[in-house]
């Protein structure tokens, strides 16, 4: 059975840093397109960032320069540091498994299969 | 950036009913959309991708359809366990392009 167990929210002061982790068990994370998805209190959806089975790492643009996604292998875990924390990073991040299929023009198309439960990141001072 | 616009924000509908929810894609997207439910305290949950292929699980009164950029998710017939907020979620030439509609909540009439 698939499982993401995300930790580390909390409260933190504007520019300050904090590291989320997600614990993923049932499949291996390094295998598989992971992403890290935000909602700000009563708003909706945000897409943050995805690391690649690979390797490669892309950002939205609100976070880039400031968050780094990342893994560890061997504890088959997933990453987010982020750095200079604003007001308006906070929210609930989730992570998420991406799965695929391949599109009528052929290209691999990834979408969210699986999510965690979310942890709640307060930026105030 | 390809924006997607979800109506009606807000749709009360009676259990047993039929609820019909839009999503608009600035641009075509082709059939890689997704639609997720969210309910209160909870991740969302996937229902549909591919526009049209119900995941794992999803019963049988859940349907997508469209193409392009129109696209529709129907529940046939309502149950209690289907009040909650509904997102779209396009994913054509992602990553790293992936957006989200602002969301559709389907409320007890």
């Known amino acids: 059975e698939v499982q993401l167990v995300e930790s580390g929210g909390g409260l933190i002061q504007p520019g300050g840093s904090l590291r989320l982790s997600c614990a993923a068990s049932?499949?291996?994370?390094?295998?598989?397109?992971m992403s890290w998805v935000r909602q700000a209190p009563g708003k909706g959806l945000e897409w943050v960032s995805v690391?690649?089975?690979?390797?490669?790492?892309y950002y939205a643009d609100s976070v880039k320069g400031r968050f780094t996604i990342s893994r560890d292998n061997s504890k088959n875990t997933l990453y987010l540091q982020m750095n200079s924390l604003r007001a308006e990073d906070t929210a609930v991040y989730y992570c998420?498994?991406?799965?695929?299929?391949?599109?009528?023009?052929?290209?691999?198309?990834?979408?969210?299969?699986?999510w965690g439960q979310g942890t709640l990141v307060t930026v105030s001072s | 950036e390809i924006v997607m616009t979800q109506s009606p924000a807000t749709l009360s509908v009676s259990p047993g009913e039929r609820a019909t929810l839009s999503c608009r894609a600035s641009q075509s997207v082709s059939s890689n959309l997704a639609w997720y439910q969210q309910k209160p305290g909870q991740a969302p949950r996937l229902l549909i991708y591919?526009?049209?292929t119900r995941a794992t699980g999803i019963p049988a009164r859940f349907s997508g359809s469209g193409s392009g950029t129109e696209f529709t998710l129907t529940i046939s017939s309502l149950q209690s366990e289907d009040f909650a907020v509904y997102y779209c979620?396009?994913?054509?030439?992602?990553?790293?392009?992936?957006?989200f509609g602002g969301g559709t909540k389907v409320e007890i009439k």
């Open positions: 049932g499949f291996t994370v390094s295998s598989n397109y």
């Open positions: 979620q396009q994913y054509n030439n992602w990553p790293p392009l992936l957006t």
């Open positions: 591919g526009a049209s």
């Open positions: 690391i690649y089975s690979g390797g490669s790492t």
């Open positions: 998420a498994k991406a799965s695929y299929y391949y599109d009528s023009s052929g290209y691999a198309a990834y979408y969210f299969d699986y």
